[in-house]
Structures are given as structure tokens and as C-alpha cells.
């Protein structure tokens, strides 16, 4: 299992950007947390020289914009990952957080993954540059971004076989927690859970208020509309606010059938289930008998949904859900690898006409500083030119470029790129249902793990010690 969270870096009081960014990448980096830098890598820079590449992304990226934010500028994103101590090694929790900035930034801003051993719980240290790799954007820190991270990793946990924890702790949006019981759930989700308890046993709207009563909410109804409130209430709880899905037409509709609404109130056809709670974990952390009691009906409630989920696609035996998730998640690798080369290959380019572009502009103040006889005076006049016309001519050094290799033109780039955009979308088509699809197996895979009492170590689809087990037996 793993823990996150997100934080933005700004320019320290009294440091300037380079000294902000070289403390930062300084600690992440150290030798002695990473087996002398072995456990270091990088995506879009190289950790050698990753200060000098954030600084001159952003130098572009003022260049293109015009924009100059030093104050208010967020540098960089820190993302932390703290695994269970002896769950996994250091090399899988550094691809583990790898792939975690990868499908947080969507390839499209550098990062270093740093992982650290210095702890008796290994974590990772990830740092992502602000600015795009084309400079000509920021990194847009939307609301409830820990909570994506943390459902990033989750996920992957669950990929690499480590366990999940239910209750972390809080971070940007709402709780993780809450969802699952451990932190108070508010009276609208509450009233919103106790009508879709309620409902399949009520077949007029009149019978639906009469059963609401009868589990002492009190019920409004003052014809402009109908409020309901709950035993220890203060105030009422109109329907309308519960949500589209709660509102007295709506609710009418579902119980003629005219409307399909899930767990939580998704209307989108499918069940919906949470991942089972380690009743045992949480009484060893403190939880009361009043805890356990919900955790086990909890268990219950999203154990049947697990079932009813996989019966409704024809899964009958872990065997075959092994095997169905074990297909659908390569499948989905397999176009996920797809999209990621062309995306790769995407950045590159972009990186390439960003430099080509800074290297024509700057070519004829380089000549001229050349002509000069490496003038000093020159050079502090054009400094900024000179240094990015040697920063781009160390990049295309690096690519291999120089006598017997010739710089590609911008035209044939473009043209690259577009061919690469079209097929990028070609592989989108069914990826996100693919991806929807492979998480629900997977969820439903560690769900059945806690019902049948097999180990999350177990290795990946390795049956030769699990006997065929009918999932409906359980």
C-alpha cells in the first residue's frame, strides 16, 4: 500500500529560483537515500542536469509568453509515495512511481522519480517541472488533484500485487476515507444512501415517503417541495439538492423503472463497488465494536455488489476472473503502450522544433560572439542568447546530430507530428471504456483475494496453488 500527496513548489524567501531548485532536487537526488544514484530517474531530462533543464524550460517559456511570474511562479510539483515498510523492493516502488507521474502529467511536463531507502518504509520523491515540455503552458493544479494521485496509486498498487489503504490521510477533495466509512458522512449522502436502501422495497412514491417514515425521518411535504429530515437533524433536507438522481420526479421514475441509478448515484447502468475493509487491520489501529459492526455489513453490502458485478458478466469462478482481467489488462497495456510511444515520440518532436526554433534565432549572435574572438564585453551583452544557443547545440550533440547526421526542417516534423496526432486518436477510440472496464476487474480481483483468504503477494495470475473455486459458493 501506498501514501500521497501533491505540493507546489515556490521560490524560497531570500533564495533565488536556482538555489529553490537546487536545494529541492539536492535532497531528492541525495546518494546516501538512493543508492549513490541509482535509484534516480528521469523523464524528458536527465537528473545530472535537471535544474539547468527546468530553468531553461522556463526562460523559453517566458520567451514565447511574455509572461513573468517570479513571485507567484510555481517551479515545480512534489509528490511523495510512501509504501507499507517491507511490501515491496526499492526498484518496483521506482517504477511504481514512475508510471504514477507518468499518467499524472500525461507525458507532457520532465519529472525525476527519486526513490529513497534511508527509511524503514522506502518512498518516492517526484518532482515535475511546472512548465510543459513545449514551454508554452503551466501545469493547471486542478481542485481535488491529491485525490487523483492517490486513486493513481492506488490502482497501481492493486496492478503490483500491494495492498490498499482505507483510510489515509487528508488531502486535496474529499477523504478517501469518507467514501468508505471512516470519516462522518454528511446528511445529504447519508439521506441519499438510505433512499437507495429503501427504494427496491417500495412500489408507489406513497409507500416510499410511509417507509421513510416508518425508519424515523420525518417527511415535509409543503406542495412547492418535499424536504426530508433525519433523526438528530437540525434542518431539513430538501430532495431537489440531494442531486438529479433524488429529486421527487426522479425518484418517481426509478420506481417505475424508468430510470437506472447505481451505487452512489451514478445512472450509467453499472453496479458500482468499493473495496473491502481489513476488518482485522482496524481493530489492531484502535477501531470499536460499534466500527466493526459497520465495517462488517459494509464488507457484506460491497462483497454482494463484487458478486453481482461479476455474475452480470458471466464470471463464475476466480479462474476466470484471473484470466479475464489478466486479458483485458493487456489489452489495455498493449494501446496504453501504443499511445505512450506516439505521445513519446510526440514530445520529442515538439522538444526539437522548440530548440531548432531557439537555435535559429540565437544562430547569428553566436556568429558574431565567434567573429568577435569570444569578446567578454560581447558576451554580457548577449548572454542570454549565447547561453541558449550552446544549451540547443548540446542537445542536438546529444541526439546524435552534427557532420553525418543533418538536422531535421521544421516541415518534416509537422508533418511527423500530424500522422502521430491521427493515429493518437485512432487508439483512443475504446480506450477509456477499456480502462473502465480493467479497473473494475482488477478492484474485483482484490475484493475476491479478501473473500477466498488469498494473499496479495501472490504472484500475478499464478493458480498452481488455488484449487477451482465457484465464486458463488464463497
Known amino acids: 500500500m501506498a501514501t500521497t500527496w501533491i505540493k507546489s ?3 524560497n524567501k531570500g533564495k533565488s529560483i536556482l538555489q529553490t531548485l537546487i536545494a529541492r532536487i539536492d535532497y531528492a537526488e541525495n546518494p546516501d537515500k538512493t543508492k549513490r544514484g541509482e535509484l534516480v530517474t528521469g523523464y524528458a531530462c536527465d537528473p545530472r542536469s535537471v535544474v539547468e533543464e527546468f530553468l531553461l524550460s522556463k526562460q523559453e517559456y517566458e520567451y514565447i509568453t511574455g509572461r513573468d511570474q517570479e513571485r507567484s511562479d510555481v517551479l515545480a510539483y512534489h509528490i511523495r509515495q510512501s509504501f507499507k515498510p517491507g511490501e515491496t523492493d526499492a526498484e518496483t516502488a521506482n517504477k511504481i512511481g514512475y508510471e504514477l507521474a507518468m499518467s499524472f502529467t500525461k507525458g507532457n511536463h520532465a519529472f525525476i522519480v527519486s526513490t529513497h531507502i534511508d527509511k524503514s518504509h522506502i518512498h518516492n520523491h517526484i518532482l515535475f517541472n511546472s512548465t510543459t515540455l513545449n514551454c508554452e503552458k503551466k501545469f493547471n493544479d486542478f481542485r481535488r488533484s491529491g485525490r487523483v494521485v492517490r486513486r493513481i496509486s492506488d490502482l497501481l498498487c492493486i496492478e503490483y500485487g500491494l495492498s490498499i489503504i482505507e483510510n489515509p490521510k487528508p488531502s486535496k477533495g474529499r477523504n478517501y476515507a469518507e467514501w468508505l466509512g471512516d470519516k462522518p458522512l454528511s446528511w445529504q449522502e447519508k439521506l441519499r444512501r438510505k433512499i437507495d436502501e429503501v427504494l427496491p422495497s417500495c412500489s408507489t412514491f406513497d409507500e416510499f415517503l410511509s417507509l421513510m417514515k416508518t425508519s424515523g425521518y420525518t417527511v415535509k411535504d409543503n406542495r412547492k417541495y418535499i424536504s426530508i429530515c433525519a433523526p438528530g437533524q437540525k434542518r431539513p433536507t430538501r430532495l431537489k439538492s440531494l442531486g438529479n438522481n433524488y429529486t421527487e420526479s426522479a425518484i418517481r421514475e426509478r420506481l417505475g423503472m424508468t430510470r437506472t441509478v447505481t451505487s452512489g448515484g451514478a445512472s450509467d447502468g453499472r453496479i458500482h463497488f468499493n473495496l473491502l475493509i481489513d476488518i482485522q487491520a482496524k481493530i489492531q489501529e484502535g477501531k470499536g465494536a460499534g466500527y466493526e459492526r459497520w465495517a462488517r455489513i459494509f464488507n457484506l453490502k460491497e462483497a454482494a ?43 520529442e518532436i515538439s522538444e526539437l522544433q522548440k530548440q531548432l526554433g531557439t537555435y535559429s534565432k540565437t544562430r547569428d549572435v553566436y556568429a558574431q560572439y565567434r567573429k568577435s574572438g569570444w569578446n567578454e564585453k560581447f558576451y554580457e551583452t548577449n548572454r542570454a542568447d549565447i ?14 546530430y552534427g557532420k553525418n547526421k543533418k538536422l531535421p526542417t521544421i516541415q518534416s516534423l509537422k508533418q511527423e507530428y500530424s500522422m502521430l496526432l491521427s493515429e493518437k486518436k485512432k487508439l483512443y477510440s475504446g480506450y477509456h471504456e477499456l480502462k473502465s472496464q480493467r479497473t473494475e476487474l482488477l478492484t474485483a480481483k482484490s475484493n475476491a483475494d479478501k473473500i477466498l483468504g488469498i494473499k496479495p503477494e501472490t504472484p500475478k495470475h499464478d493458480l498452481s496453488h488455488i484449487k477451482k473455486n465457484n465464486m458463488y459458493e464463497v
Open 387 to 400: 547561453t541558449l544557443h550552446r544549451a540547443t547545440k548540446k542537445y542536438f550533440d546529444g541526439l546524435g
Open 305 to 347: 455488489k463484487t458478486l453481482l458485478f461479476l455474475k452480470e458478466i458471466g464470471i463464475d469462478s476466480y479462474d476466470d476472473l484471473v484470466k479475464k482481467s489478466a486479458i483485458i489488462s493487456s489489452e489495455f497495456n498493449g494501446k496504453l503502450n501504443k499511445i505512450k510511444e506516439a505521445e513519446k515520440r510526440m514530445a
Open 9 to 11: 513548489l515556490h521560490k
